[in-house]
């Protein structure tokens, strides 16, 4: 049975940072992408970042330059470091992989709230 199980959020004040982490177990072949998406009050589901098996990244436009994202294969973990959050970036963050099959597989989700 896959897992993903998400770490790190919380209630942070605006320009602060929280560095989530993503732990992944159990039977899902070789995992191609891993990634993070959060889904804020009143919004759909985005795409915040990805990384490759390469290490290549995308991210979404409104956290370039503030958010980093690596991945360390040994340990099929994936992490999300948030720097000058904002209000705005407040969301459920739920992390996911695709393994090379193309499947997805999702985590429940850890909430950040950005807030003085």
């Known amino acids: 049975q896959v897992r993903l199980e998400e770490s790190g959020g919380g209630l942070v004040q605006p320009g602060g940072s929280l560095r989530l982490s993503c732990q992944t177990s159990g039977s899902f072949f070789a995992i191609n992408a891993m990634g993070w998406h959060r889904q804020g009050p009143g919004n759909q589901r985005e795409l915040v970042a990805t990384i490759s098996s390469g290490g290549s990244t995308n991210y979404a436009d409104s956290v370039k330059g503030r958010f980093t994202i690596s991945r360390d294969n040994g340990k099929n973990t994936v992490y999300l470091q948030m720097d000058s959050l904002k209000p705005e970036d407040t969301a459920v963050y739920y992390c996911?992989?695709?393994?090379?099959?193309?499947?997805?597989?999702w985590g429940r989700g850890t909430q950040v709230t950005v807030s003085s």
């Open positions: 996911y992989i695709r393994n090379i099959l193309g499947r997805d597989y």
